[in-house]
């Protein structure tokens, strides 16, 4: 039996007959076609053998285990499935043509069958830039497996798509298909959503979309602890300005920098330079002798605990007595 089988999204798949020898013969064709290409577990289908022959004898062979209800029309025969719930739907149309010597035609169709199970894992909620992170993906069950695609976007743009490799096996059986993204975070990915994809190959030209997942990222770097700048005297009374350098730092909007002078904090207001390296602050000391300074950096309202800071002991003194201790 040589067999044309085409099958094509919401078109007719065709079986062209052969005689009992099995040479070709002009008789009669057989055509399946269906509501639907893919089905999700659960669903319904909807499915239609037709045939040209005048006096058929028609039957679909299903597995075992399927409710349905079949109905046959002169030369056709429609089967309703009101829920789905095997994986593997082979629909096989069998036509015995009493008006060409009883020639016995069949095609064959396989419905794909999908859930919507797609999960993305867990990664940290913060990313260092210039570090190297993973995305996992994990996508839906699909039978056939092999009509599976799973895709990584950035935005709009796919970064990364896997197909299964291996040849297609009883759901039961299947290993899911994992679309391992490797990130290296940058300050572009700050905010950038990222997109794990789950489609279906109904044919060379078309894909169904059956899940998609988003994760939107955020980035930061703090490299290097922070540096206060100050290092000569500083005479007491007299107004004085302390600079903390903080370099590299992102997002530079959220970080805070205080001054503490012997553990309490300095009130006053600290503004940063135009390249966010520098932090400045102005105080007026009180006291002569050896005041311990502190610059802390942390950031604020972000998903991340980190706090780091900088001490230097600092001489203030009196210019008139030229004392350089405290009182």
């Known amino acids: 039996m040589v067999v044309n089988h085409l099958n094509k999204w919401n078109s007719d798949s065709i079986i062209v007959s052969t005689n009992n020898h099995g040479a070709k013969g002009n008789g009669p064709e057989v055509r399946i076609n269906t509501d639907t290409l893919a089905v999700e577990i659960g669903g319904s289908l909807n499915v239609t053998c037709r045939t040209t022959c005048l006096d058929p004898i028609m039957e679909m062979e299903l597995k075992p285990g399927l409710i349905e209800y079949c109905n046959k029309v002169n030369n056709s025969i429609t089967c309703q499935f009101p829920t789905v719930m095997r994986w593997d739907l082979p629909m096989v149309c069998s036509v015995t043509c009493k008006s060409e010597n009883n020639t016995q035609v069949e095609n064959k169709t396989v419905i794909i069958v999908y859930n919507r199970d797609l999960v993305i894992a867990p990664h940290p909620e913060v990313m260092e830039i210039n570090k190297t992170y993973q995305l996992h993906c994990t996508g839906p069950r699909v039978y056939p497996n092999n009509k599976l695609h799973l895709k990584w976007l950035r935005g709009n743009k796919v970064v990364k798509s896997v197909n299964p490799t291996e040849?297609?096996?009883?759901?039961?059986?299947?290993?899911?298909?994992?679309?391992?993204?490797?990130?290296?975070?940058?300050?572009?990915?700050?905010?950038?959503?990222?997109?794990?994809?789950?489609?279906?190959?109904?044919?060379?030209?078309?894909?169904?979309?059956?899940?998609?997942?988003?994760?939107?990222?955020?980035?930061?770097?703090?490299?290097?602890?922070?540096?206060?700048?100050?290092?000569?005297?500083?005479?007491?009374?007299?107004?004085?300005?302390?600079?903390?350098?903080?370099?590299?730092?992102?997002?530079?909007?959220?970080?805070?920098?205080?001054?503490?002078?012997?553990?309490?904090?300095?009130?006053s207001v600290t503004k940063t330079s135009a390249s966010h390296d520098i932090w400045a602050t102005t105080w007026t000391p009180q006291d002569t002798g050896l005041i311990k300074l502190t610059c802390r950096a942390d950031f604020e309202d972000y998903p991340l605990n980190l706090t780091r800071s900088h001490n230097i002991a600092i001489e203030v003194y009196d210019p008139v007595t030229g004392a350089a201790t405290g009182n």
């Open 167 to 267: 040849p297609a096996k009883f759901p039961d059986n299947l290993i899911p298909l994992v679309n391992i993204l490797n990130l290296n975070a940058s300050k572009a990915d700050d905010g950038q959503v990222y997109t794990c994809l789950a489609e279906l190959d109904l044919d060379t030209i078309t894909t169904k979309e059956i899940k998609s997942s988003s994760v939107t990222l955020q980035t930061y770097s703090f490299p290097k602890p922070p540096r206060i700048l100050n290092r000569k005297p500083i005479e007491v009374n007299e107004e004085a300005t302390l600079e903390c350098e903080v370099q590299n730092v992102y997002p530079a909007e959220n970080l805070i920098v205080t001054w503490f002078h012997n553990e309490e904090e300095l009130k």
